[in-house]
């Protein structure tokens, strides 16, 4: 059993033990107590995904031309911010891509910032979340190099520029782009478990300033890591949409 077991998660082991390891069953994986299967980053990754649908499902029935609301206002900024930003990183009409750019964003944002809610943690200070938001982008925006390039055109990209470079550049090229889902990883998980820990361990220490200090600066980091990381997504995107020789 999990010593560090949240209540949320004891209540998923308590009465979803079975839901648990039929899910995991379907991937061929065991869990390592298969009386308490479910694990805090699981769920609370199951608690954000929940928060997101029903935020959506109240601010799609709110919605307004005349009079939007104040979630609306959130949502239409974001949205504004993520084109102008998507923009600045080179991508022309990046309407098509806005969708998986905000759904990151958001998603991340919320992992990141569930960690501040007393007797939650944020499942970002896991490594399997960044990875899998980190595979995701990776075959995101390769699925649209292929689709807005060719295949053809699309793979020449990693020759280079001339075929004389192309032995030296086709192994570099391949590096860089497996290492990307890597660097992504590493750099949200490292930046929130570590943020994660100076909280907990000043919490322990101190009482009411020094802790609100350092939660507001892991609301700040928060914010910093959601953005670092659908910049660079959108970063991967232009460069894979790119038709410029």
Request: glycine fraction near 8%; hydrophobic fraction near 55%.
């Amino acid at each position: 059993m999990n010593e560090h077991e949240l209540w949320l998660t004891r209540l998923f082991n308590d009465y979803f033990a079975g839901a648990g390891n039929a899910i995991l069953g379907l991937f061929n994986l065991k869990a390592e107590h298969a009386a308490r299967p479910w694990e805090n980053w699981i769920v609370m990754e199951l608690l954000v995904v929940a928060i997101i649908m029903v935020a959506v499902a109240v601010i799609r029935g709110s919605l307004s031309m005349d009079k939007p609301g104040k979630l609306q206002h959130l949502v239409e900024v974001i949205w504004g911010f993520l084109h102008d930003t998507a923009e600045d990183a080179g991508i022309h009409h990046p309407g098509k891509f806005l969708p998986y750019f905000g759904t990151l964003f958001i998603f991340i944002l919320i992992c990141n910032l569930i960690g501040v809610i007393p007797s939650f943690e944020s499942p970002t200070m896991f490594p399997w979340v960044p990875c899998g938001c980190a595979i995701a982008t990776f075959l995101y925006y390769n699925y649209w190099g292929f689709r807005a390039q060719g295949i053809g055109p699309y793979l020449k990209h990693f020759a280079g520029p001339m075929p004389a470079l192309a032995p030296l550049m086709v192994p570099i090229e391949l590096v860089s782009h497996m290492a990307r889902p890597l660097s992504l990883t590493i750099r949200l998980f490292a930046n929130m478990f570590a943020g994660e820990q100076v909280t907990i361990a000043f919490l322990k220490l101190t009482f009411l300033i020094a802790p609100a200090v350092f939660m507001g600066l892991h609301v700040f980091v928060s914010f910093l890591q959601a953005y670092i990381f659908a910049l660079l997504t959108m970063i991967y995107v232009s460069g894979a949409v790119a038709h410029e020789h």
